[in-house]
């Protein structure tokens, strides 16, 4: 049996590979040990009682472009259960700061923060989106954001396409302070060069974050005249 202290720190590593898998989204095994600096072994015994408390789950990995050879890897998720148990406690934490900085320097500071948040993001994507295709520009952002625990795609919608965040780690704290999702789509904008549109949230109760990103501009014909040569030509005489 371990001494209470030993439990104490089981405990808490147990939480670290957890928040590091809320973070960051679905997770390898061999990813969470160097992500977290711990032995594969540990990280093994820490994934194995989190699936045995039901706090999470393993899953083929989604891999976006051609598959390569091999069986996909093993990666884990939060479930349900465990995304509420931190919801609660840092959800609350975070919801609370920002309800101080509301109070203290109004709604423009919770913009401002929210804007502060995500400039290391757009620093992080504006190299990957500068050096792609424009054509794939949407497809690399959604990898990139996928990396980052976002579970994103796109697919074709119309003339455009549509964003899809399957995963949003502040989706909670994001129901009471927009400001996040609003300072979220203005870098899919800049980052896209183009005037995206948010049309859904998780924070709103939708089961996805969709944002419409609008395809290229149509190019005007040339008008075509219904008046014959001839026609013409009779007139000017």
């Known amino acids: 049996m371990p001494s209470g202290t030993a439990a104490a720190r089981d405990e808490s590593t147990r939480d670290r590979v957890a928040r590091s898998i809320l973070t960051n989204g679905p997770s390898s095994a061999a990813v969470l040990a160097e992500r977290l600096k711990l032995t594969p072994a540990a990280v093994r015994r820490h994934l194995d009682h989190l699936l045995e408390e039901g706090l999470a789950e393993a899953r083929e990995e989604r891999v976006y472009g051609p ?28 919801a609370t700061a920002l309800q101080f900085i509301a109070e203290a320097g109004g709604e423009a500071a919770v913009t401002e923060f929210a804007r502060r948040r995500v400039a290391d993001v757009e620093t992080k ?84 974050c969709t944002t419409h990103i609008p395809g290229h501009a149509t190019k005007a014909q040339p008008v075509t005249s219904s008046v014959s040569d001839s026609e013409s030509a009779r007139t000017a005489r």
Do not use: M, N
């Not at 069986?71 to 479930?79: C, D, E, G, I, Y």
């Not at 949407?138 to 074709?156: C, I, M, P, R």
């Not at 396409?161 to 502040?170: A, G, I, N, S, T």
């Open 67 to 94: 598959r390569g050879r091999g069986r996909p890897a093993k990666v884990f998720v939060l479930t349900d259960s465990g995304r509420h148990a931190f919801h609660q406690a840092y959800d609350d934490l975070a």
């Open 125 to 208: 994507y504006r190299q990957l989106l500068e050096a792609a295709p424009e054509g794939k520009k949407a497809e690399v952002l959604a990898q990139a954001l996928s990396v980052d625990g976002y579970a994103a795609s796109t697919l074709q919608a119309g003339a455009g396409e549509q964003l899809c965040q399957h995963h949003c780690p502040v989706a909670h704290v994001a129901e009471q302070f927009p400001q996040l999702c609003e300072a979220e789509t203005e870098v899919f904008s800049r980052l896209l060069g183009k005037h995206v549109q948010r049309l859904a949230t998780i924070a709103h109760g939708d089961g996805v």
